[in-house]
């Protein structure tokens, strides 16, 4: 091949000494030395040679060392950037663990016990600060043991006879409400040292199961369940759903497993429970809010709908024979025991809640006439600004066949959409 020019690279053949004098002159040292020899100055480091050929063996070596220095340099910012790459990778696995076993705390899904370790904990605790003796902290282990063996809850965060407290009340009052439609005996239930936290789900099943036993419509579907069952029994009955068939997604969400644990449910574990006992009902979703600054009116108006059909007549107190539904919402759930339309037409829902205590509850048996006590229940419309909620609502009972196939639908289950 001719030989290339050291400074563009360009063939030059025989007349490289020309092509350089003549493009790149400016370039080299002076034209001669004292001696008549030609010199060429490097145009990297300005040293002499006395022959064009070794300036360009001399050049390319000031290349070859550019481009391994470059090739250093690109090679270890790779490195180095490989290295960040792997820490922030590193950090956010770290962050997304963390952010899970804080879930799974905050569901009761982080393996940490369940009713009975909690509630023996809560006593332990109380024994410690002097607010329990050790004789009451015994007495009250060997009651709660009792109350796991057999399965039945001990009623002793129950609170009856508020419905008929209630019914008394808007027979005498006569202010704003034009009429009241009420569930028929249902037993407030509240958390307890064992449940505190993440057992409204289970306290508002056994609100819901209370007015059904009294109920004689529901007996044949309930004969197994007499009693009110507690909590850890639930958390079996929800697994013996899931067992037949029920709702494989939700199973698969706890790891088929509720027993021993303090994992929260919501209505879809409502849903799947009621409807493995037979009992027919159905999970709505209000999705979003249908009126101004966040609130559901169509919420309220479709629970109006539910107390109000078939009860059409002129009374202003109807005590119906529907049963409470099951509300739901992020983080915690009540249940409705009953609606208020005013004279002006505007609505109240009647709640109970699990985070209120026996004392709450006792003040309206003995509700005075102002009606104070009723704070404790009443939720307007402007009350209920969560994004969404959903509602389980009893409407009947199944057959062995209609419960097969709402046991095969509940496998592709969606909830009901309220526009």
């Given at each position: 091949a001719p030989p290339e020019c050291p400074f563009c690279g360009e063939a030059a053949g025989k007349e490289l000494e020309e092509h350089v004098?003549?493009?790149?002159?400016?370039?080299?040292?002076?034209?001669?030395?004292?001696?008549?020899?030609?010199?060429?100055?490097?145009?990297?480091c300005s040293l002499t040679c006395t022959n064009i050929q070794i300036l360009k063996e001399h050049v390319d070596l000031h290349l070859e060392e550019h481009n391994f220095s470059e090739g250093i340099d690109l090679e270890l910012a790779q490195q180095l950037q490989t290295e960040e790459d792997e820490r922030q990778r590193s950090e956010e696995e770290k962050r997304e663990r963390e952010e899970f076993k804080k879930l799974q705390r905050q569901y009761g899904l982080d393996n940490s016990g369940g009713f009975k370790q909690q509630f023996l904990k809560n006593m332990e605790r109380e024994v410690d600060r002097g607010r329990m003796q050790p004789f009451e902290y015994h007495k009250r282990k060997a009651d709660m043991m009792e109350s796991?063996?057999?399965?039945?809850?001990?009623?002793?965060?129950?609170?009856?006879?508020?419905?008929?407290?209630?019914?008394?009340?808007?027979?005498?009052?006569?202010?704003?409400?034009?009429?009241?439609?009420?569930?028929?005996?249902?037993?407030?239930?509240?958390?307890?040292?064992?449940?505190?936290?993440?057992?409204?789900?289970?306290?508002n099943f056994q609100m819901l199961l209370s007015s059904l036993l009294q109920n004689s419509f529901y007996n044949d579907c309930l004969r197994d369940t007499t009693?009110?069952?507690?909590?850890?029994?639930?958390?079996?009955?929800?697994?013996?759903?899931?067992?037949?068939?029920?709702?494989?997604?939700g199973a698969s969400h706890f790891n088929n497993r509720l027993h021993g644990s303090k994992a929260w449910i919501g209505a879809c574990?409502?849903?799947?429970?009621?409807?493995?006992?037979?009992?027919?009902?159905?999970?709505?979703?209000?999705?979003?809010?249908?009126?101004?600054?966040?609130?559901?009116p169509r919420l309220f108006e479709w629970i109006l709908e539910y107390?109000?059909?078939?009860?059409?007549?002129?009374?202003?107190?109807?005590?119906?024979?529907?049963?409470p539904i099951y509300l739901q919402h992020?983080?915690?759930?009540?249940?409705?025991?009953?609606?208020?339309?005013?004279?002006?037409?505007?609505?109240?829902?009647?709640?109970f809640d699990p985070g209120c205590s026996s004392q709450q509850m006792q003040k309206l048996l003995k509700q005075n006439s102002d009606g104070t006590g009723l704070r404790l229940l009443r939720k307007f419309v402007g009350s209920l600004k969560e994004k969404q909620y959903q509602i389980v609502a009893v409407d009947g009972v199944l057959s062995l066949e209609e419960k097969a196939a709402c046991c095969?639908?509940?496998?592709?289950?969606?909830?009901?959409?309220?526009?």
């Open positions: 004098r003549a493009r790149h002159g400016h370039l080299l040292g002076a034209p001669g030395t004292g001696n008549g020899e030609q010199l060429y100055e490097c145009p990297m796991l063996a057999c399965g039945i809850d001990d009623g002793k965060t129950k609170t009856s006879g508020v419905i008929e407290a209630l019914c008394k009340y808007y027979q005498n009052e006569n202010k704003d409400v034009r009429r009241v439609w009420l569930s028929a005996g249902v037993d407030h239930f509240h958390s307890s040292l064992g449940d505190r936290g993440w057992g409204c789900g289970y306290r009693l009110i069952p507690s909590i850890p029994k639930i958390q079996s009955m929800i697994e013996d759903a899931w067992r037949e068939g029920f709702d494989p997604q574990e409502i849903y799947s429970l009621l409807t493995s006992l037979r009992i027919k009902c159905q999970i709505i979703d209000f999705h979003k809010p249908t009126g101004p600054m966040g609130t559901h107390y109000s059909t078939g009860n059409e007549g002129g009374a202003k107190v109807v005590c119906t024979s529907k049963p992020q983080g915690h759930s009540r249940t409705v025991v009953g609606i208020e339309e005013k004279k002006n037409k505007s609505l109240c829902l009647l709640l095969h639908a509940s496998q592709v289950l969606t909830s009901e959409k309220i526009p």
